[in-house]
């Protein structure tokens, strides 16, 4: 079985992944449940009903899913974080030092 790829070496599913965050289509996380789960899932090094119970409860996340899963998709990572607290109603706010 070969993976699709785009002219940047993307996989098809994580494009589709991409474009979904990058258009702000994306609003919660459990959109990608229909976008290569198995497939993210074994990338990430998770079971497939543990990525998707993460989609469900993004908090579950660890930060370093999140960088693996922007890295796979060629993604700024601040835009996954960002769906995720909007996902669980955080406040987007700065701290200043």
């Known amino acids: 079985m070969s993976k699709r790829k785009n002219s940047d070496g993307l996989d098809s599913d994580f494009l589709a992944i991409k474009s979904l965050f990058e258009s ?4 919660s996380m459990i959109i990608l449940e229909q976008q290569g ?4 899932a074994k990338e990430l090094g998770l079971q497939y009903n543990s ?4 989609l469900k409860n993004p908090e579950k996340f660890a930060f370093k899913h999140i960088f693996k899963m ?7 990572p601040d ?4 769906v995720i607290k909007k996902q669980l109603n955080i406040e987007d706010t700065t701290i200043e030092i």
């Open 24 to 27: 702000g289509i994306a609003k």
């Open 37 to 40: 789960p198995t497939k993210m």
């Open 51 to 54: 990525y998707l119970e993460k």
């Open 70 to 76: 922007a890295s796979l998709c060629q993604l700024n």
């Open 79 to 82: 835009l996954i974080y960002k």
